[in-house]
């Protein structure tokens, strides 16, 4: 099943195909990928686990834009989604977790006559 996820200026294209649980991002091993980040992994895994589903599905996703976290993280979001498109069953459990809520902080742009979006340079008062 595909689905895509997003976070911050990430986008994952992902595929959730029967298979014995590997993870590809981008043609090479998904931990490989994430720099063996034991945190990112696990979030990537997460919606599977909850669904003990972990070892049934291989992940194979395409990742572009952003950080490795915010690919991390749009990537657990497509695959909740893709979850749900193969059984509506997973739906209540994804969504009581919040696995199926696309998280839309982004960074704040830079506002005219400040150093940052709200930084601003100390009062002077004489």
Do not use: H
């Amino acid at each position: 099943m595909n689905a895509i996820g997003r976070r911050k200026s990430s986008i994952a294209r992902v595929r959730l195909t029967p298979g014995n649980g590997k993870i590809i991002i981008n043609d090479r091993d998904g931990s490989e990928y994430l720099q063996f980040n034991p945190k990112m992994i696990y979030s990537i895994q997460s919606p599977l686990l909850l669904l003990n589903l972990e070892g049934k599905y291989d992940t194979i996703v395409i990742a572009s834009g952003g950080g490795l976290n915010g690919q991390a993280e749009a990537i657990k979001l497509g695959v909740a989604r893709a979850l749900c498109s193969l059984d509506l069953a997973n739906r209540p459990a994804l969504k009581a977790e919040g696995y199926l809520t696309r998280n839309a902080a982004s960074v704040e742009r830079k506002k005219y006559g400040l150093k940052k979006a709200r930084k601003a340079s100390q009062y002077s008062k004489r």
